[in-house]
């Protein structure tokens, strides 16, 4: 998670932080933030972490949200699902009426023309700060901070605070580089392990970083 320097109070990063320790099945991430509000977008992949830190758990551990503070914190869902799913148009897969898109518009990945072999993938909206038209929803590590990038001042006396008050933070599955901007905060790891062949044993064959590389890029 990278965040704004100075955007957010010391006494809102202890209570943020009493909270990293929580899980949770639900949430409620969109509100109509208000100016004062810490706002947040980025990575589905961690998104449900940041929801359980905003509002708590089904099973009735408190988020920082629950005693109804003056200023929230709220990380807005990658998704429209809260369920990590994308959302889906009614047309089926074997329709052939799933219309071009790159992802800013109604469509599935590249194409760029109608297509019948995925479904429909809609690219919902949402208000990131009430009083505002809705704007396509960041979806995504590299597009929350991107979004962030983009409203943080990068020259002159302003530098690191919000040019527009959209976003104070972005969610991220990968680190992003040293950026004097931002201050990164990990939440938690994910270790990749890798199986080897034993010495001695024959049932295996060895795969050169060259091999597994291919396989993560698909």
Known sequence: MQVKRLSVGVGAMVAIAASLCLFSTSAFADYAPSSNDVVGVGS?????????????????????????????????????????????????????????????????????????????????????????????????????????VADTATSGANTGKSINGLVDFARRSSAAGANA????????????????????????KGLSIAQLKGIYQC
């Open 181 to 204: 901007l931002f201050d990164s905060v990990s939440i938690g790891t994910d270790p990749l392990a890798m199986l080897t062949t034993s010495s001695g044993s024959h049932d295996t």
């Open 44 to 148: 589905d992949t961690v998104q449900a972490a940041a929801d359980f830190v905003a509002d708590g758990d089904a099973l009735g551990d408190p988020g920082f949200n629950t005693g109804h503070p003056l200023n929230r914190f709220i990380s807005i869902d990658a998704t429209a699902n809260a369920n990590t799913r994308l959302a889906y148009g009614s047309p089926g897969v074997g329709t052939g009426s799933c219309v071009p898109g790159t992802g800013a518009t109604q469509g599935t990945g590249n194409q760029n023309a109608n297509h019948s072999d995925n479904p429909c993938v809609l690219n919902p909206t949402v208000v990131l700060r009430a009083g505002l038209s809705p704007i396509l929803r960041p979806n995504g590590s590299g597009a929350g901070f991107n979004l962030l």
